[in-house]
């Protein structure tokens, strides 16, 4: 332990000269520093609003910036905006457009900096964190950049007559999205489910979450830079009953990353209008650790998997289970480590977790431990609020005794907490684990690959990752990532992520011979030829 680091009275470290209570050390960055009146200026002048609303930081709970705030008049201009460029942008060559996502990449990139300081002052979350988002809208991009053209490109099938009938399939931009963007992941929630989107030739309206607006803008901004037309990314900012109704109101296709309550809503609302709709929701997700598994690995795995972002990433674990021969030596070794992280709220690398976003999160966590601690739970780590740190600081807390009345055992908490339960086979771990209305994801723990692909097939969630808590299945981005159940509905990444943002066309020309009696032939003969020819299709194997 170095002298800047010093244990609190339960054993977590905090990182010292981070108290937004002390003096600020001299060098070291301040939110009135990173948002500049000039910062604020050049972001906020791409939204369409009439109104004033603001945003905070969660790491004092001070304002950040004072911001525009879209009435449903200003989100009808916006649309109205959209759809006239939308119509140049999707005249552009595939390639044209593609080579915007590359630039943009580069740019990410090389101003790396810029945006994981606006990523954690409007989150909260530690650094190492924030440039998870930055690593994963840089993944996307290249690889939407790089197999767009792969994706959009007309394909050929066989036709319903052999040389006769030739057909095409076109891939055309469904017009202009309405997405609507959360807070917890502000880069990778908003410009990264919008790539694709632009790269297939649609404009998008976007809301993102008032408080995490900056960093949305600030992407917008680079990609304007990188050669994407402004008026093809319109943003409006606005309370979500007031505003998202309206951009549902207004889509061709309705992109909604946020909690089921709400995505059911969204659902609805788009139904109504017979528009597409893509849904990531909410999650309770498991991690399984069975009696093979590295102890040591497993147990290094779980911090990642229960606290990146302080547990506030939709595909993180809140439910962790262990065989009950290795449940002690697993627990032993995740408390150590979880006791160890140090919490801390400097714009600058080294904290292993940062704040929760606001009071209403800080709320939920606080109310579900005490009621299972009430309830007869243990606190095996945390189990406390840090406002020594900031207001929302939460302790990465671990319960064991968690039982089903205790609302933590089945509502998602969003927060750093993880119950811990025991499991004799794995036929009983797959139960518990399925045994939930969400499916977004899971982990298995295990030395034996072929056994962890067996028990992975049998978990009903959208991914699932063997001997790591989430990020290698969402990082792969040529596979699809999403909900199962209650959890959602489409798919982001690979083809899915970028053929739900267009429209299926077939084109069949007819040569020769019609579909229809020719030849002199009556209606009978007609028929009769047809089913032989039907026959001989199947004979030949022909599909």
């Given at each position: 332990m170095t002298d800047s680091q010093a244990p609190d009275s339960t054993g977590t470290t905090t990182t010292a000269g981070t108290n937004p209570l002390a003096p600020t050390p001299a060098g070291v960055r301040t939110a009135a520093d990173v948002v500049t009146p000039q910062l604020v200026a050049q972001l906020t002048k791409g939204v369409v609003g009439s109104g004033r609303t603001a945003n905070h930081t969660p790491f004092t709970g001070e304002k950040l910036a004072d911001l525009p705030e879209s009435t449903p008049e200003d989100v009808l201009k916006a649309y109205e905006a959209a759809r006239a460029a939308q119509a140049v942008w999707a005249r552009t060559p595939v390639r044209e457009r593609a080579a915007v996502l590359l630039r943009f990449h580069d740019l990410l990139l090389a101003r790396q900096a810029e945006v994981l300081d606006l990523?954690?002052?409007?989150?909260?979350?530690?650094?190492?964190?924030?440039?998870?988002?930055?690593?994963?809208?840089?993944?996307?991009?290249?690889?939407?950049?790089?197999?767009?053209?792969?994706?959009?490109?007309?394909?050929?099938?066989?036709?319903?007559?052999?040389?006769?009938?030739?057909?095409?399939?076109?891939?055309?931009?469904?017009?202009?999205?309405?997405?609507?963007?959360?807070?917890?992941?502000?880069?990778?929630?908003?410009?990264?489910?919008?790539?694709?989107?632009?790269?297939?030739?649609?404009?998008?309206?976007?809301?993102?979450?008032?408080?995490?607006?900056?960093?949305?803008?600030?992407?917008?901004?680079?990609?304007?830079?990188?050669?994407?037309?402004?008026?093809?990314?319109?943003?409006?900012?606005?309370?979500?009953?007031?505003?998202?109704?309206?951009?549902?109101?207004?889509?061709?296709?309705?992109?909604?990353?946020?909690?089921?309550?709400?995505?059911?809503?969204?659902?609805?609302?788009?139904?109504?209008?017979?528009?597409?709709?893509?849904l990531e929701l909410g999650g309770k997700n498991a991690m399984l650790v069975l009696d093979d598994a590295d102890i040591e690995k497993a147990a290094a795995g779980a911090v990642r998997a229960c606290f990146s972002s302080a547990g506030q990433l939709c595909i993180s674990i809140e439910r962790l289970y262990v065989h009950e021969s290795v449940a002690d030596a697993f627990l032993e070794r995740f408390a150590t480590r979880t006791k160890g992280m140090r919490l801390g709220n400097s714009l600058a690398y080294g904290a292993d977790m940062g704040s929760l976003v606001g009071e209403r999160q800080l709320e939920t966590v606080s109310r579900h431990v005490e009621e299972a601690v009430a309830k007869g739970a243990k606190v095996v780590a945390g189990g406390v609020a840090r406002p020594d740190i900031g207001p929302y600081f939460y302790e990465p807390t671990i319960l064991d005794g968690v039982t089903e009345p205790m609302a933590v055992c089945g509502e998602e908490t969003f927060g750093p907490v993880v119950s811990i339960y025991r499991f004799r086979t794995d036929e009983e771990a797959i139960g518990l684990a399925n045994s939930t209305p969400y499916g977004l994801n899971s982990s298995v723990w295990t030395r034996n690959a072929r056994r962890g692909a067996e028990?992975?097939?049998?978990?009903?969630?959208?991914?699932?990752?063997?001997?790591?808590?989430?990020?290698?299945?969402?990082?792969?981005?040529?596979?699809?990532?999403?909900?199962?159940?209650?959890?959602?509905?489409?798919?982001?990444?690979?083809?899915?992520?970028?053929?739900?943002?267009?429209?299926?066309q077939t084109v069949a020309q007819q040569r020769l011979l019609p579909m229809a009696p020719a030849l002199g032939m009556d209606d009978e003969k007609y028929a009769a030829f047809m089913s032989t020819s039907l026959r001989v299709m199947k004979a030949l194997r022909l599909r």
């Open positions: 990523i954690q002052l409007e989150t909260g979350k530690a650094r190492l964190h924030a440039h998870e988002e930055v690593q994963a809208v840089a993944v996307a991009a290249r690889h939407y950049g790089r197999r767009a053209a792969a994706y959009l490109r007309p394909k050929r099938h066989a036709g319903a007559m052999p040389t006769l009938t030739k057909v095409t399939e076109l891939r055309h931009p469904r017009g202009v999205v309405g997405q609507i963007a959360p807070w917890n992941y502000p880069l990778e929630l908003s410009v990264g489910d919008a790539l694709p989107a632009f790269v297939a030739g649609n404009a998008v309206v976007m809301k993102p979450d008032t408080e995490t607006c900056l960093t949305a803008l600030w992407a917008r901004d680079l990609l304007i830079e990188a050669g994407l037309p402004a008026d093809v990314f319109q943003v409006v900012l606005g309370e979500g009953p007031v505003i998202g109704p309206e951009v549902v109101r207004h889509a061709d296709y309705v992109s909604f990353t946020g909690s089921t309550r709400t995505g059911r809503e969204v659902a609805r609302g788009a139904a109504a209008r017979l528009v597409g709709v893509s028990v992975a097939a049998r978990l009903r969630t959208g991914t699932v990752n063997v001997n790591e808590g989430y990020a290698p299945a969402y990082g792969s981005v040529q596979s699809p990532m999403g909900g199962m159940k209650d959890s959602g509905l489409g798919r982001r990444h690979g083809s899915e992520g970028i053929l739900k943002y267009t429209e299926a």
